[in-house]
Structure formats: structure tokens, C-alpha cells
């Protein structure tokens, strides 16, 4: 009985979603992108502009589901609240060619990056995807959440206009 206690407890634990609210300067960190050319994450967030990161794998299903959902609302967050999206794939080199097919398939407007070195680890300090964060007008970390469950995106969009609204 105590293991199977242990086992749904887990499995409960590894499914939450985890939401945290910071203060991080976004440093340089480098990647590619879906076409192969290296770019800093650093640059291509603009100052003046709310960001959202989301860092997800071709191997992830609840990663997927969520830009998904995200592209559904991008063009709306980019009118209504001026923002920009980026997807950054954690995919190991084995899988990396795996997610430009993925992403044209998909149509995604917005940026998408390889990090196959998991260079963003260290500065975001994700533990596993999905994981997304918010990038303020001065490019700081402010927000990250870890963990996806459907209607996760409408919590973002609540901070983002928390912060479009300062």
C-alpha cells in the first residue's frame, strides 16, 4: 500500500505545474536557429518589448499542445499587447533535425531556436520542459512556469498584461 501511495504522490508531483515570479537580468546565451545560423538570445529579445519564452522537445507532448495553443493566441498578443513569442527546442542533436520539419509543418509565425548544448539551462534554470518564462521591457526574467496543462496560456496572458499595463 505505502508504494502505491509513493507512486501516485510522484506521478503527482512530476505533473503539477510550478509557477514562480523573479527578477533575473537575461544574459547572452547562444543557440541556432531551425535554419542552422547562430544567434544570441540576448539580441534577439528587444528591450521595450514583453517577451515570452517557451522551451519545449520534439518528444514532449504536453510541450507541443502548448505552442499549439500559444500560436492559437499569438496574433492576438501581438496586436492586443505588442509582444513577441519565442520557441526554443531543447532536443539533443540526435533529434535536432526533427524540429524544423515539426515547425514548418506547424506554420509557427514566431522565432524558433535550438538549443542543443542546453546553453539556456543555466540561465533559466529549467528542470524540464514545458517550461516558459516572461522577459520584461528591460529584459529581465520576471515570470517562469514549469509544466503544462490545458489553459496555461491564458495564465500568461494574464501576466503579460500585468506587465504591458505598468
Known amino acids: 500500500m505505502k508504494k502505491i501511495l509513493f507512486l501516485v504522490l510522484g506521478i503527482g508531483l512530476v505533473s503539477a505545474t510550478y509557477s514562480q515570479r523573479i527578477n533575473k537580468e ?11 545560423k547562430v544567434v ?3 539580441d534577439q529579445v528587444r528591450s521595450g518589448q514583453v517577451t515570452v519564452i517557451v522551451f519545449w522537445a520534439t518528444w514532449c507532448a504536453p510541450c507541443k499542445k502548448e505552442l499549439i495553443n500559444i500560436d492559437g493566441l499569438y496574433e492576438d498578443w501581438k496586436n492586443d499587447f505588442g509582444i513577441e513569442v519565442i520557441a526554443i527546442s531543447i532536443d539533443n542533436s540526435r533529434n535536432a533535425q526533427k524540429v524544423k520539419p515539426y515547425v514548418n509543418g506547424k506554420g509557427w509565425e514566431f522565432p524558433v531556436f535550438i538549443d542543443v548544448n542546453s546553453n539556456s539551462k543555466s540561465l533559466f ?9 516572461i522577459i520584461d521591457q528591460n529584459k529581465h526574467i520576471v515570470y517562469t512556469h514549469n509544466g503544462y496543462v490545458e ?4 495564465n500568461l496572458e494574464k501576466h503579460i498584461k500585468e506587465l504591458v499595463s505598468k
Open 125 to 133: 534554470n529549467y528542470p524540464t520542459v514545458p517550461f516558459s518564462a
Open 151 to 154: 489553459g496555461d496560456e491564458y
Open 26 to 36: 537575461l544574459t547572452s546565451c547562444k543557440m541556432k536557429t531551425i535554419n542552422g
Open 40 to 42: 544570441d538570445l540576448k
